[in-house]
């Protein structure tokens, strides 16, 4: 397969598009006045992994729950923290005391009313020596958790953690009920929140189903009575269900389909910026990707803006794991240039001149990934390196190469932070990728509280991450979501890449 430069230029002239249109504020959308009630049908690519948000990774999973469970923080549209289920909050001088004081009256969907004891309970368990959760880096420095009263909770740490208040605004620190969790109640399937839609069931392969809460803490929110995610795998299908109004709004618009939202009046086009990471990551614990220079030829062989433009819906290429949203993206457009003569020379001088064969493990829901692969595995050819391409599903990929490290090569995107430890914590650790001097560096900005401290040490971080070859880091895409046109309110959680259905309303056609 050959990928025409002319068309390359065409997509890179549709990101520079998009990426104006994100320029135009969102926030400034023309609202009529809004309806209460209905029901919105959301087609997302496959089944979620868990519906439980402390013992996933998956954003599939977090936007499947975003609706159920509330955080003690949240972020607004322009990432500052803002109160959510804690009204105020206050760190001691020492930074090792942040004491949050919660909202009153806010109850859970099995009735309780919200406590500081819930708040604890939560923490715990994600913290707890049983606990599977990927997520306790973001919150081991947590030593104690204190509640002096019904509303107030003191989180006690072991050392200074500046990420922390931005780490409260993530999924992983939604707050679950105490007694549920004391009943051993199975949240993997039946999540059980303070949120604005209750879970009502989970269809695997068809859909979720969620009502309204009535009693949601937000008065007037939320606007519809129902929600449902729909399992629909082929973004083809999911745009002809969204063209007939079988679905209200898709997660997944294809760049070269967008020509077809100008010509239907009946439709419309959500742009965002994400702040995704997308890579190529390379397992370091299999022959032959544990050695440096094939890491790099592998580098040099991939063209990361065909693959953005192509594969996804353009965006900016980036050389690290930090997005390049982050205030603390580090550009480095010199680094491993799209050099296929460079790689073979690289390849020869590992020792690797014929190639070899490997294995490239693809999340099979994500249409964009599957994309990719095909020219990835076309790009490999081109220096010797022979890709065979696996294709399995999400919930398979989570376990097989996520946690079980089981992979040689795999493409996937990295859901957003809001803080860039809450990737470099522990994220990449499937990879198999060690260097002692980057984990220093990484704890040090976690500690540090000076911005300029921060954005010193986390430059440093990203180089050593290039230098490294750690993976193929491929670049941050633009966010296209499809809806009809009598979808109002939609929202994106800023730097999180989930869909905030709170606002969201529908006027009759």
């Known amino acids: 397969m050959r990928f025409h430069r002319k068309y390359v230029f065409a997509m890179s002239a549709l990101a520079f598009t998009l990426f104006i249109s994100y320029e135009m504020p969102l926030l400034a959308e023309n609202l009529p006045e809004p309806v209460m009630g209905g029901k919105l049908v959301y087609a997302i690519p496959g089944n979620p992994d868990t519906l439980d948000p402390q013992m996933t990774s998956g954003t599939l999973t977090f936007q499947c729950v975003k609706s159920v469970y509330d955080t003690l923080v949240e972020a607004d549209q322009r990432g500052n923290i803002i109160p959510a289920l804690a009204e105020s909050w206050d760190l001691s001088q020492d930074e090792l005391t942040l004491s949050l004081h919660l909202r009153q009256g806010v109850k859970f969907h099995n009735g309780d009313t919200l406590t500081a004891a819930d708040v604890k309970a939560s923490f ?35 050392r200074p953690y500046a990420p922390l208040l931005r780490n409260l605004a993530g999924g992983a620190a939604s707050i679950l009920p105490r007694r549920a969790i004391q009943e051993g109640h199975e949240f993997s399937t039946h999540p059980i929140g303070t949120g ?28 519809l009575d129902e929600l449902e995610m729909k ?133 099979q829901n994500y249409a964009p990934h599957v994309n990719a692969g095909n020219m990835v595995q076309n790009m490999l050819q081109q220096i010797g390196i022979r890709a065979k391409i696996e294709l399995v599903d999400w919930p398979t990929w989570i376990g097989q190469v996520y946690y079980g490290k089981n992979y040689d090569m795999t493409i996937i995107g990295h859901t957003g932070h809001l803080d860039p430890d809450g990737r470099l914590s522990g994220e990449f650790a499937y990879t198999n990728y060690h260097n002692p001097d980057m984990l220093d560096a990484i704890q040090q900005a976690a500690a540090a509280s000076r911005p300029e401290e921060r954005t010193s040490l986390y430059a440093k971080i990203q180089r050593m991450m290039t230098e490294d070859a750690m993976m193929v880091f491929i670049g941050t895409p ?21 869909p905030d259905f709170r606002e969201t309303f529908i006027v009759k056609e």
Not at 196 to 223: A, C, H, L, M
Not at 312 to 337: C, H, K, V
């Open 231 to 363: 399992v629909v795998v082929e973004p083809t299908t999911q745009l002809m269900g969204l063209k007939v109004g079988e679905f209200d709004s898709i997660h997944v618009v294809e760049s070269h389909t967008v020509p077809q939202f100008d010509k239907d009046p009946t439709i419309k086009l959500f742009i965002h910026q994400t702040a995704l990471a997308l890579v190529l990551a390379m397992n370091h614990a299999r022959p032959p990707l544990e050695t440096l220079l094939v890491r790099r030829a592998i580098a040099h062989a991939i063209d990361r803006r065909a693959l953005l433009d192509i594969a996804y819906n353009g965006g900016r290429t980036i050389e690290a794991f930090i997005d390049a949203s982050s205030p603390y993206f580090l550009d480095q457009p010199e680094a491993y240039s799209y050099d296929p003569r460079q790689a073979k020379a690289l390849l020869a001088e590992s020792g690797y001149a014929d190639g070899f064969d490997i294995t490239l493990t693809l999340p």
């Open 196 to 223: 604005p839609f209750v879970f009502k069931e989970w269809i695997r392969d068809d859909r979720i189903s969620y009502t309204k809460f009535s009693d949601y803490w937000q008065n007037g929110r939320p606007y």
């Open 478 to 498: 633009q966010g296209l979501r499809g809806m009809r046109s009598n979808v109002y309110g939609f929202r994106m959680s800023y730097a999180l890449d989930t």
């Open 124 to 158: 715990e368990r994600l913290l707890s020596d049983e606990s599977r959760s990927p997520h306790k880096t973001k919150f081991e420095l947590i030593n104690a958790i204190e509640i002096p009263d019904h509303t107030t909770v003191r989180l006690i740490l072991s």
